[in-house]
């Protein structure tokens, strides 16, 4: 089973912010907004110091109680899955849910959870609760519903059944840009998961086109140091692989890899998948040394992020040993 690495064209968590959502005269609400900025800017780490602070006092507050920790336990929940830190995020989950019980939305986290561990049955049992409770309490039609819709597609994405993940992007994109419109956020990540799917089942000119869109969106709206901005550099290195353009897929991955290096650190699981898919790409390119340098620093940093027995980290160790045997028969050949 092949699987793919999927944080960056998971479902937003939050949405972005483009202007403050409250008045910075109280400071949980200062707190609040500038904790979303800060993460949603790629500062990740000065974002979750915040964030721990708007929850401090969020659970100190006595008006609007809840609905304060609930926003709080979000962006925090935002930061720790975009650094694939899942197990520290998943007791906010918890917390959330406690809370939000009628959420869809928390559901749709601790789904996304589950499947980073591996844990796919769960995780789709809890995607398609999410998606019942989204139409019931939201309709059919409405973006919360979309939210799930591809949170079960991401599922089924990570787990190679790509004709499945697909047909729910397809309706969760339409939902998307019949409410916002083709730039909204939502929309352009939307597209992202569609066109990387896409290019798995072999539409490469429908990959292409959406794939490109995204790296150019992402390119005129995003700092150049984004990892948003890597993510899609890395989608595009990876739809130019199976195209077998090795040359623009090298640059497309090393792009990706130098921001992410700088931004979330060499051992980032991010770092891992990007290393990975240089592997894969050296090796077809009969590159072995090259190949093994970059799976083993993907293998060490799933080891070390998820543990050993991990899809993703057996994923590479399978990809090792591809690699070992046709060492082998190039040898034979020599």
Sequence with gaps: MKIQKKIFFGICLILLINKPLFSQDIPWEGLYNQAGQLINDGKYEKGVRVARKALKVAERTTDQKNFKVTLSLKVLIHYYMLQGKYKEAEPFVRQALEIAKE?????????????EEGKFSEAEQISQDAIQLAEKNFGENDTRTAESLSTLAGVYRTQGKYSEASSLYERALELWKNEFGE???????AMGNLGSVYAALGRYDEADRLLKKVWLTHQSTLPPDHP????????????RIREGSFVSAESFLKQALKIQEKVLGKNHPEVGATTGRLGLLYRLQGN??????????SRKIF?????????????IEKELNVL?????????ES
């Excluded at 730039?183 to 990540?189: G, R």
């Excluded at 072995?288 to 620093?297: D, G, H, M, N």
């Excluded at 080891?303 to 994923?315: F, I, L, V």
């Excluded at 070992?324 to 034979?332: F, H, S, V």
């Design 103 to 115: 959420d869809p939305n928390m559901l749709n986290n601790l789904a996304m959870i589950y499947t």
């Design 183 to 189: 730039t909204h956020p939502n929309v352009v990540f």
């Design 228 to 239: 948003v901005l890597a993510l899609s550099l890395r989608e595009m290195g990876k739809l």
């Design 288 to 297: 072995f040394k090259e190949a093994e340098s970059f799976y083993k620093r």
């Design 303 to 315: 080891e070390k992020t998820y543990g050993s027995d991990n899809p993703y980290t057996q994923d």
């Design 324 to 332: 070992g045997e046709e060492r082998k028969e190039k040898a034979k």
